[in-house]
């Protein structure tokens, strides 16, 4: 059983992110009014320089003028120069600003000041057995409070480890490289901003790049022939223009391999293109990439698993940061056919440049090509982890929780697994709304049956015990103050609706959703338990049908040995069996006040409801009775 306490820094003072936010911003404001001083000098130096050539014209010659024009070209490339580190140092401010202040959204749950929380493109949620109806992905959902990742690849490995449930081990060395990285705030809060620094990182650039790295060698079978034909023309070309310059020959003979090396040009320009867009068509987010895996392979790395990725960064053949940044440098050789094209044709005639530049390509793709994808995983891992360790260090009151090892489950049930929760509250909802509340569900022969009037909160009980289960076989601790519980594949049935596209009416719909919690249930888990969340199941048919239909699945939800909780406003079904004999009872409840002001404490207490509102709802709402 895991024991490690919630974080090192845990008894730490809080992250003092407001504070933080404006240094930043008095930083960046300064580089901006810093950047701006820069500006006018450069065009006081161009134009200077501009001047002073005006004048050497007018004047026919003039080594003073001369002087004086290239003084000043001169100074305008350190100008700009500097003006490009004054405007990186700006946008790194503006960056760590940006970090710092959607944390403090983070923690207000204010909604509006985060990024979308949309699933990554690539996971099909439609017929997934809980990630709707726990709010993973969309609007004030885990995924928004949780990010935004700092890499495409870290929000699909945190969406991955949401929507697929880990084993125990996996799950405890994620938990001591998430305590881990709590510990170290400002390695966090730099890898989030170079997150947004590097931004402009499409993720079809970089997924063109990792198939041009993984890929075949340029040219193919013919990549040999044209590495000599090319040394050929240009051995030829140089040997020629010497023996002529010379006057060993008296005939000019270099305008012929001149020719040729211009025909192999044009005969081979749209595959040399082809191989410049794959390797660098993202040029500037690779760049990008280069300061955030520098970044990276300082992280700390005393766990396991932190270890492990920042080994996959490392390596004898070069660390990630150090080959790209090699790759980038071929990369700007390769874009002087864009940047300065008048100067690009002759060069290419004399030296046949992206040849050079092309084979420079391939040596790297063959020494590093096969890395690049483990080294882009480990990065994005390593950004997911970073995600919880910032929600573990902003929470320090929450849980590590245990996962149980089979050998221990009569110690914490009695008779079977059970889910122990302490002080469980939903995890998307503010600390001063929140409310807590102690529920043990299981072990496997019970069902807890949850009773209440409307609004009184057992929805969101049951999305609580969801979330956090979520979020502790993810490897992140939960919103409680203890919570011990097996190795879980979770199923629930809370938000159905009906699909035009697929012909389903909401019974329909509900129908299936219960047929694959029952099908899952009754699916072989070596090792594993199934836990059930049912929100007041089969409301489209009439109550003598709905009664029915529970019983059975709950009959079948039993003797498959799941464990779990539902919701119902039907109290006569505690007095049926199976779920009489079966059920633990819990209801919340609600006060009105003299005034007829009803108010709810979203407290859970044992036994049936002994209230309803939905009359006294309506009347509240205007609709006369």
């Given at each position: 059983?895991?024991s ?7 008894a ?10 404006a240094?930043?911003?008095r930083a ?14 450069r065009l006081?130096a161009?134009?200077g320089?501009?001047?002073a050539?005006?004048?050497m014209?007018?004047?026919?010659a ?20 500097l003006?490009?580190?004054v ?5 790194r ?11 403090l ?18 996971l ?20 928004q409070?949780l ?6 690849r ?7 480890w949401?929507i ?43 997924d063109?790049f990792?198939?041009w ?5 340029a ?6 022939t044209?590495r000599v034909?090319?040394l050929?023309?240009?051995?030829t070309?140089?040997a020629?223009i ?5 006057g060993?020959?008296?005939v000019?003979?270099w305008?012929i391999?001149?020719l040729?090396?211009?025909?192999l ?24 990439y ?8 300082m ?9 492990s990725?920042v ?5 004898d ?12 440098r ?20 004399v ?8 084979f ?5 793709r063959?020494?590093?090509g096969p ?7 480990a990065?994005?891992e ?7 360790a ?26 079977g ?12 909802i503010a600390d001063?709304?929140?409310?807590a ?8 022969g019970?069902v807890?049956?949850?009773?209440g009037?409307?609004?009184s ?7 609580s015990l ?8 993810a ?6 103050r203890?919570?011990?519980l097996?190795?879980c ?15 389903l ?7 299936a959703?219960?047929k694959g919690v029952?099908?899952?249930a009754?699916?072989e888990r ?6 059930f ?6 409301q ?12 059975a699945v ?5 003797e498959a ?5 539902m919701?119902?406003?039907d109290?006569?079904?505690a007095?049926?069996?199976?779920i ?8 919340f ?11 709810f ?13 939905a009359l006294r ?9």
């Amino acid at each position: 059983m895991t024991s490690a306490p919630a974080a090192a820094s845990a008894a730490s003072s809080p992250v003092p992110y407001a504070e933080n936010a404006a240094r930043h911003a008095r930083a960046r404001d300064q580089e901006m009014q810093r950047s701006g001083r820069i500006s006018r000098l450069r065009l006081a130096a161009f134009l200077g320089g501009v001047g002073a050539l005006l004048w050497m014209w007018s004047r026919g010659a003039g080594t003073v003028p001369l002087g004086m024009a290239i003084g000043a070209f001169i100074l305008f490339a350190m100008f700009v120069k500097l003006h490009t580190r004054v405007d990186e140092r700006a946008a790194r401010h503006e960056a760590l600003r940006v970090v710092n202040m959607r944390s403090l959204a983070r923690i207000a749950r204010r909604w509006n000041d985060l990024p979308d929380g949309g699933a990554p493109a690539d996971l099909d949620l439609a017929e997934h057995p809980y990630a709707v109806d726990l709010d993973l992905f969309g609007r004030a959902s885990l995924f928004q409070w949780l990010g935004p990742a700092a890499t495409p690849r870290g929000q699909t490995a945190l969406a991955s480890w949401l929507i697929r449930t880990a084993g125990r081990d996996e799950v405890v060395e994620r938990q001591a490289a998430v305590a881990e990285l709590a510990g170290n705030d400002q390695w966090r809060i730099v890898l989030a901003a170079h997150g947004i620094l590097a931004a402009g990182a499409r993720q079809h650039e970089i997924d063109a790049f990792i198939a041009w790295a993984e890929g075949p060698p340029a040219f193919g079978a013919r990549a040999s022939t044209l590495r000599v034909t090319v040394l050929t023309i240009l051995i030829t070309l140089g040997a020629s223009i010497a023996l002529h310059a010379t006057g060993v020959t008296s005939v000019a003979l270099w305008p012929i391999p001149l020719l040729a090396g211009i025909i192999l040009s044009f005969a081979t320009a749209m595959e040399v293109q082809a191989t410049l867009d794959r390797a660098g068509g993202g040029q500037d987010a690779l760049a990008r990439y280069a300061s955030l895996f520098e970044h990276a392979v300082m992280a700390p790395s005393a766990s396991s698993r932190l270890r492990s990725l920042v080994a996959r960064m490392s390596g004898d053949a070069g660390t990630a940061p150090a080959c790209m940044r090699s790759l980038n440098r071929i990369l700007e050789f390769g874009e002087l056919r864009r940047s300065a094209a008048i100067l690009h044709g002759p060069l290419q005639a004399v030296t046949l440049w992206d040849f050079h530049v092309v084979f420079a390509l391939e040596r790297w793709r063959t020494a590093n090509g096969p890395r690049v994808r483990g080294w882009l995983e480990a990065l994005g891992e390593l950004d997911a982890l970073s995600l919880l360790a910032t929600m573990q260090r902003d929470h320090p009151q929450w849980a590590v929780p245990e996962i149980q090892l089979p050998a221990e489950a009569g110690s914490h049930a009695g008779s079977g697994l059970a889910i122990e929760a302490t002080a469980l509250g939903h995890p998307l909802i503010a600390d001063d709304k929140r409310v807590a509340n102690d529920v043990t569900v299981g072990p496997p022969g019970s069902v807890v049956l949850i009773t209440g009037s409307n609004m009184s909160g057992k929805s969101t009980l049951l999305r609580s015990l969801g979330l956090n289960v979520v979020l502790a076989q993810a490897g992140a601790c939960v919103c409680a103050r203890r919570l011990s519980l097996p190795e879980c594949d979770l199923q629930s049935s809370i938000r159905v609706q009906d699909s035009l596209e697929r012909g389903l009416s909401y019974f329909m719909a509900a129908l299936a959703r219960l047929k694959g919690v029952v099908d899952a249930a009754e699916h072989e888990r070596p090792g594993r338990t199934l836990l059930f969340l049912l929100d007041e199941i089969l409301q489209g048919t009439n109550s003598a049908e709905r009664s029915i239909a529970v019983r059975a699945v709950t009959r079948h939800l039993l003797e498959a040995g799941a464990i779990g909780a539902m919701t119902t406003h039907d109290l006569g079904l505690a007095e049926e069996e199976p779920i009489k004999s079966a059920a633990v009872l819990l209801h919340f409840s609600e006060t009105i006040d003299a005034d007829g002001t009803m108010r709810f404490d979203y407290v859970l207490r044992p036994g049936l409801a002994t209230s309803r509102n939905a009359l006294r709802l309506m009347q509240m709402i205007g609709i006369d009775l």
